[in-house]
């Protein structure tokens, strides 16, 4: 969901099993919308991009600065790589960072041509805004991998912090 900072909301889960959540939090304009919105993940359809983003990325958009009025963030979405893919090596534009935090399964962050990561559920990597770092997340495993991603602009953004279940991050 989104809330602006000064909207007054309340959380309550009525499962037996735990709630988690990531929560991002950002600036807002006194002017900015008050509304709440509210997304269920599970009643969003994939993303029509044909083809696929870098080859083989999968996504569901949650939220989007065109459609929900965000102030900072550009775009919060699941990401999903199926077993066995390599997305295209790629930069980003630059001024804009991205997080991605691993919810399920398991990939090798390359960068440039000279560092990979394991990443594993529950670890974020920033990809930070050169537009000069090529990066991929590869899956050579057999279990779909599931992100947690967004993409805020630096020009405009003041510091972001996630936290979740596992602390801050």
């Excluded at 919810?103 to 594993?120: C, H, N, V």
Aim: glycine content about 4%; overall charge neutral; aromatic content about 12%.
């Amino acid at each position: 969901f989104i809330a602006h900072p000064k909207t007054k909301y309340k959380i309550q889960n009525h499962l037996k099993t735990p709630l988690e959540m990531l929560i991002i939090t950002e600036e807002a304009p006194e002017s900015s919308s008050k509304e709440v919105i509210v997304r269920n993940t599970k009643d969003l359809s994939f993303d029509d991009f044909n083809p696929p983003l870098h080859w083989c990325h999968r996504s569901k958009t949650i939220f989007h600065y065109e459609r929900d009025n965000l102030y900072k963030l550009h775009s919060i979405s699941l990401v999903y790589i199926d077993p066995k893919r390599l997305p295209e090596p790629h930069p980003h534009f630059p001024g804009h960072d991205e997080v991605w935090h691993a919810l399920e399964g398991k990939t090798i962050m390359a960068f440039r041509d000279d560092m990979m990561i394991q990443q594993t559920p529950g670890t974020s990597i920033l990809i930070p805004d050169s537009g000069e770092i090529y990066h991929t997340s590869i899956n050579p495993y057999n279990k779909t991998a599931k992100f947690f991603f967004f993409m805020y602009s630096i020009g405009l953004a003041n510091p972001i912090l996630i936290t979740g279940s596992r602390g801050i991050i």
